[in-house]
């Protein structure tokens, strides 16, 4: 029998597939649960719902579900470039951020060149990379985030690509603009600087720096944002990046054509109208991440300070048989051990009722 492994190309034979957040259906036919009595916390989803903006922009869209998507998202990218203050030729769109980040890769990396990221980052980044043959350079965390002059110690003749993020996932944590600022002023022109803010609309005030802020002034650099998070559309894929025009014409080179559908496009259109969503998303997520800390200070439990919309709370021991306890309770949330922190569960911020269910549920597997 053929082994069609080997025949893979070695960067994809050694690669593990991305695991997502167990569904909800899945738990329910597994434990033979009632799915209405189940809590998701395990993919930083928007737990209010979608914009009521969106859903009623994706019916007005269902009678052309016949015609293939605008393929150039006019709308949608001339209200980014709108609203970022930079032209439609510095935009792509993606479905979702993980697709900007594979046309990335797909575009500047190779056998023999490599990226650079951290320790806990997001598992895309060496996925994108193995899978074209790159090397992955891993520089050590510092504090459980990005230590980004070690970073800029492993860029090296080879390297094409740098991908930071600010809220890192699934850590939480962040830097702020003066690190940045130091930090693109000694990277070296010919590597790419991925910033990806998938979470960057939860930050207040000016603690985290805007990626938007830098790009007159670092050509090399491309923000990577997200309509999945705040947005609350997850389910219809749709992100996009913020460049030069040189940077974004090389990436529409690899994208697929209609690679946002014409549901998301307008779905995200309104989404991205919709101010007052958005401020609610933050108001929700600010308390239920003091409710969460709450919860864990009870307990007698540490965490990771986050930015994002989910907090890393350390266990003090094996997450695992507590992961798998807390599903038997009807609780779903996300182990981390693959990210190097055998101890920690990263919890979504969910409803304030979906937070109670959740530490009530984490007590009782303590032994609280």
Request: include cysteine.
């Amino acid at each position: 029998m053929t082994d069609f492994l080997a025949l893979a190309q070695p960067g994809v034979q050694k690669l593990s597939p991305y695991v997502p957040g167990k569904p909800v259906d899945e738990l329910a036919r597994e434990l033979d649960l009632d799915p209405a009595t189940i809590v998701k916390l395990a993919s930083n989803e928007n737990p209010l719902g979608p914009s009521p903006k969106a859903l009623q922009a994706i019916r007005d869209e269902l009678a052309e579900l016949t015609r293939y998507p605008d393929g150039n998202g006019f709308a949608l990218k001339s209200l980014l470039a709108e609203r970022c203050g930079v032209q439609t030729s510095q935009v792509t769109l993606g479905n979702g951020s993980n697709d900007i980040l594979e046309l990335v890769a797909r575009a500047y990396l190779a056998p023999g060149l490599n990226a650079v990221f951290s320790e806990h980052a997001f598992a895309v980044y060496p996925i994108a990379t193995q899978a074209v043959g790159a090397q992955g350079k891993v520089v050590p965390a510092r504090d459980h985030g990005h230590d980004l002059q070690a970073m800029l110690a492993a860029i090296d003749a080879n390297t094409r690509v740098v991908f930071i993020a600010n809220p890192n996932n699934p850590t939480g944590t962040w830097f702020g603009p003066q690190a940045l600022s130091d930090f693109l002023a000694r990277v070296p022109e010919h590597v790419l600087v991925v910033l990806d803010e998938a979470y960057i609309e939860y930050a207040q005030g000016d603690e985290l720096p805007d990626g938007l802020d830098y790009l007159a002034r670092h050509e090399n650099l491309l923000v990577s944002r997200t309509f999945s998070k705040a947005y609350g559309l997850a389910a219809l894929r749709v992100g996009y990046a913020i460049s030069s025009a040189q940077i974004a014409d090389v990436l529409n080179r690899v994208r697929q054509p209609f690679n946002v559908n014409s549901l998301a496009l307008a779905a995200a259109c309104a989404a991205f109208d919709d101010a007052e969503y958005l401020a609610q998303s933050r108001r929700v997520n600010d308390a239920g991440m003091a409710q969460l800390e709450a919860g864990f200070r009870a307990l007698g439990l540490g965490w990771i300070p986050s930015r994002g919309n989910f907090v890393a709370v350390d266990l003090g021991r094996e997450s695992m048989p507590l992961y798998q306890a807390l599903l038997r309770e009807g609780v779903i949330v996300r182990p981390v051990a693959n990210y190097g922190m055998p101890t920690y569960l990263r919890v979504s911020i969910g409803l304030p009722e979906e937070n109670a269910r959740f530490l009530e549920a984490l007590a009782k597997v303590l032994g609280a």
